[in-house]
């Protein structure tokens, strides 16, 4: 396989941010090699600081993270017809969610499946009172599948971080720092 490689030949599996910046990542890319056409996967470890587009994409899966994996649920109960909350109840639920969201890490995705079958696995971790992190998973959520309301919405999200990982892997966008150095 020699040459640059193709968009619509690179496939994501998997990417990791990583703690000090970089990305760790699986793709698969399809090549065609003494005319047969192979899938070669590529597992790489790139020190370079991602581009903004690509960490933000990343991260901005937080929500989906917490409410696929039922950390949510009091926000779901708070707004039940049931409930009936009084204000200062939704307040303080309202404040707990803030919290954590604010604790919660998305670190990555992982890919699999195909066609109605595709789907990802969301990763991070909540920072706890003592200063640990504990590592929280998403179920596997299914693009085809409308379990919670947002799949659709989430594999156009994972697209756009494939787009972004494409870029900084083969295009050379990554974070520029240099506009932060001192002159």
Do not use: W
């Not at 793709?27 to 597992?43: F, P």
């Not at 994409?57 to 009936?84: A, C, W």
């Not at 303080?92 to 789907?119: C, F, W, Y």
């Not at 990802?120 to 706890?128: E, M, N």
Request: aromatic content about 6%; charged content about 30%.
């Amino acid at each position: 396989m020699n040459g640059a490689v193709n968009r619509d030949s690179f496939n994501l599996q998997k990417v990791k941010l990583l703690k000090g910046g970089g990305v760790e990542s699986t793709t698969k890319i399809v090549a065609q090699i003494d005319g047969s056409t192979m899938e070669i996967e590529r597992n790489q470890k790139t020190p370079v600081v991602p581009h903004p587009d690509l960490e933000n994409s990343v991260r901005g899966l937080k929500e989906k993270l917490l409410i696929s994996s039922n950390y949510l649920t009091m926000r779901t109960i708070v707004n039940s017809f049931e409930f009936k909350p009084r204000k200062d109840q939704r307040e303080a639920v309202e404040k707990a969610i803030d919290i954590l969201m604010n604790k919660t890490t998305v670190t990555g995705v992982h890919l699999s499946g195909q066609d109605q079958n595709r789907g990802v696995i969301i990763t991070g971790k909540i920072q706890c009172e003592n200063g640990s992190s504990n590592a929280v998973n998403s179920p596997r959520l299914r693009f085809s599948s409308e379990v919670f309301g947002f799949e659709e919405e989430l594999e156009s999200e994972i697209d756009h971080i494939e787009d972004e990982l494409y870029l900084y892997l083969h295009e050379n966008k990554k974070a520029q720092l240099e506009a932060f150095a001192e002159e």
